[in-house]
């Protein structure tokens, strides 16, 4: 272990020749018995005497490893007892761990689970289940993480005998305790005012997770089991769709977990109204408003972008069908979500400009093909083409008065939009 270490601490000098040796040393290490073995014990090590930046540098060597050697052409032959060790090692310490640490060896324990899970490997999601019915975040958060990872392929695999298998052998140890997990969540955020900024942040990382795991389950088909709890799911997702957490603030306008849970719901409600319309129906008056609303209320800040284009395509695709047509036929309806919903989202914004003036025929080229696939606009325009397919006859005239009323205005921005 203590050549491992020494290699390690070479790989992160700024030395270039130093590096490479450094390197060299890994790769003639790594085929020596019980490397990775070795190497996960270095990645988690709580012994003081090695340091913080060789235990991240052991993780990622980790992962490296793994990602040669579990796939078609592995450099290093291992015995199938040494690869069992070393996927029970690996899922155990896996809670052992925190940060970028514990999310790094998550991501190695996705792609061990590409290969090997379920044939050679059925234990990996009961095992990661069996935490969702404790209270500890940083574990729930782990084992959330890799399903989430592990579940992910359920959303675009085209249907099988063998991938229903596996989604039945998923759901069977995972249905009931995410379900309790998700009650439990919600009755911590009745009293989310009394914790501190780092736990609010974890509370929405869990719900996010949460939210995460629960669409890939359901993105093959409806779960006899969800479906039989959507009163314990709905509700709760129209809850958390409409609530504000203030200490949430985004880096660089880049989105805070807050918006990310409200993009996922987003994206379950959609799913839904596409794929299971009888079962979502009794929900779908509370979350056409519940969406509505979410589009009034925010921002034109860069950070709401994929949010608001999420919220936009629900509503576009609940507008084009007839099972939902009578939420949008009362009087003034489709007005007001013209006026409040399309026209917002269309208005130029300063990004917008700076975008145009940086690369202006791309700009224009994009906007005019429609290739501006997942912006404000794009997303505020195939609604309201959505809204003139379904209901021409009272959408015509609303948008009419709407362009008159930009025209007359004389601000330039606005004008834009009459020729949309």
């Not at 007005?335 to 975008?355: F, G, M, W």
Request: hydrophobic share 40%.
């Amino acid at each position: 272990m203590e050549q491992i270490g020494l290699a390690l601490q070479e790989t992160l000098e700024p030395d270039a020749n130093v590096r490479r040796h450094g390197e060299d040393s890994l790769r003639t290490l790594q085929t020596s018995p019980g490397f990775i073995i070795q190497i996960l014990q270095l990645a988690i090590s709580e012994q003081q005497q090695i340091a913080p930046q060789i235990r991240m540098a052991a993780a990622v060597a980790l992962k490296n490893f793994v990602k040669r050697n579990w796939g078609p052409a592995p450099e290093v032959e291992m015995s199938q007892e040494d690869e069992q060790h070393f996927r029970d090692m690996l899922l155990e310490a896996m809670f052992n761990t925190r940060g970028n640490v514990q999310e790094i060896l998550s991501n190695a324990l996705y792609l061990i689970a590409q290969r090997d899970f379920p044939e050679k490997w059925p234990q990996v999601v009961p095992y990661l289940s069996k935490f969702l019915t404790g209270s500890d975040l940083n574990h729930l958060v782990a084992s959330l993480t890799s399903m989430d990872q592990i579940f992910r392929k359920f959303r675009y695999q085209s249907k099988s005998t063998e991938l229903w298998k596996e989604l039945l052998k998923c759901l069977q140890s995972t249905q009931e305790p995410l379900t309790l997990l998700l009650r439990n969540m919600m009755e911590v955020g009745q009293r989310k005012d009394q914790l501190s900024a780092e736990e609010v942040n974890q509370w929405l990382k869990v719900l996010n997770f949460i939210s995460k795991v629960y669409h890939s389950l359901c993105s093959q088909d409806i779960p006899e089991y969800f479906e039989d709890h959507l009163n314990d799911w709905m509700p709760c997702f129209l809850h958390l769709v409409q609530i504000d957490a203030p200490t949430q603030t985004s880096s660089a306008g880049e989105p805070t977990i807050l918006d990310e849970l409200k993009t996922e719901i987003c994206e379950i409600f959609t799913l839904y109204s596409q794929r299971y319309e009888e079962e979502i129906a009794p929900f779908v008056p509370d979350i056409i408003s519940a969406v509505w609303r979410l589009l009034e209320v925010t921002g034109p800040d860069t950070r709401y972008d994929t949010m608001v284009c999420a919220a936009l395509e629900f509503l576009s695709t609940v507008s084009q069908r007839q099972y939902y047509e009578s939420h949008f036929t009362g009087e003034g309806v489709l007005k007001t979500l013209a006026e409040n919903v399309c026209v917002q989202n269309l208005l130029l914004r300063q990004q917008d400009i700076e975008l145009f003036e940086d690369e202006p025929l791309d700009y224009m080229k994009r906007d005019i093909e429609g290739t501006d696939v997942g912006t404000r606009r794009r997303g505020a325009i195939d609604l309201a083409r959505g809204l003139c397919h379904r209901f021409e006859a009272q959408m015509l005239p609303c948008l009419g008065e709407i362009v008159q009323t930009l025209l007359a205005s004389g601000d330039w921005i606005k004008l834009t939009l009459s020729t949309l």
